[in-house]
């Protein structure tokens, strides 16, 4: 049957269509023959010429290509159908020991590859992630703008991220996020998930910095009943658990040497074998991971597997730090503070004017989970609706004030930055308190701040105790 003849029929049903780009006669009567028993309408393309043609007058559902065709490369189809097709997914096909050209593949916006000789399983659960793809819509995406706060802004780094999130949804490549501490590297992660082929399926966020090291391998691959004293059950594990779906490995740099070479394997041989058992499980999971450290220095200063690296940062993401989007503060932190007050269930408030001020000339070295602490203590201290510059609960207002006239940190001082804010906050309530001889109301009225702020910061540094 001929190309036109299979489309006047894919007219008549639902069936997904499918166009394979390659020009060896046994690849494509392979993946016709295996794609026609899974219900599916099948294109077929020598070249990249005639593929473009088949593109621009037919729609389909998902595209396989050669790497190597008669006029071109199959990356320069892929670049065209991101370019053209941003809604078509589009898989390549390469040869054994070509990694480095389906890398090249998956950062130039491919769904996903397959090696020769190609595998039938693989190939199945290729075409069934593929077709679960969410269309991409200006819809979707602001639905998940509206419920990420994280992700809200209109500043140039937040529409780079939110770009870039759109594309590596579309693609099953591993992601390493990097990003300061509270940027949202979680809350990305999550994004690529939901707009991705796997967002039925489970995200599991993992934590590697917080479980011991004599359970990681039972955390993660789960055991057997009997395997050891107290495994009184069956336990799946991370991997198992979120097969299909998303496996989020946050600070990754803290997992040791010796289980990263059993995450390695695990990985690459897409395989798990619980503590216990005997068969190993077939699986199939995308793993993001993320760090505030910089991965590529934890593998020069041998303390992350190379082997490994190369396995998890195909695609790197950078998450910008709070200070970099500073116009797009205001309209997080009325989030944040609506938020709040629901949950308070109190009337939602608001910032004057000169309280914005004062959040924009921050520099948030704890970036949006510290903005969200700093509302959180303001909302507990104050109980007005219109939330002003004085009764912000910033760890030193005067740092934000008047950054001018900080006084420089010098070697003689040997303390840490938190350390050091500290001491200045503490010597400044205690040269008020000694002005005002002890009268709280006279001391805050110095420091420009409400006596409740005052009794919060002196419980805080511990100088009710001193007094």
Known sequence: MSNEQIFNTHLNNSSPTILIVDDEPDIIELLELTLARMGMQVFSAKSIHDAKILLQSHQFQLCFTDMRLPDGEGLDLVKYIT????????????????AENAVAALKAGAFDYLSKPVSLKQLRDLVKSALNLPLINNESISQIQSNQRALLGKSQPMHQLRTIIDKLSRSQASVYIYGESGSGKELAARMIHEKSARHKQAFIAVNCGAIPENLMESEFFGYKKGAFTGADKDHDGFFLAADGGTLFLDEVADLPLAMQVKLLRVIQEKQVRRIG??????????????????????????????????????????????????EDIPLIAEKILAKLCQEASRPICTFTKDALAILVKYDYPGNVRELENILERTLAFSSNLQIDKEELQLLNKEISQNTDNLPTIDSDHGLPLQDFLDKLEKDSIVKALNQSRYNRTKAAKILGITVRSLRYRMERLGLNEAK
Do not use: W
Request: aromatic share 6%.
């Open 83 to 98: 370019s053209h097709s941003s809604n078509l997914p589009v898989a390549v096909i390469t040869a054994y020991g070509t």
């Open 277 to 326: 058992d005997t068969q190993e499980k077939n699986i199939d999971v995308r793993i993001i991971s993320a760090t505030h450290k910089k991965l590529s220095s934890c593998v020069e200063a041998g303390q992350f597997r190379q082997d490994l690296y190369y396995r998890l940062n195909v695609i790197e993401l950078n998450m910008p730090a709070l200070r970099e989007m500073k």
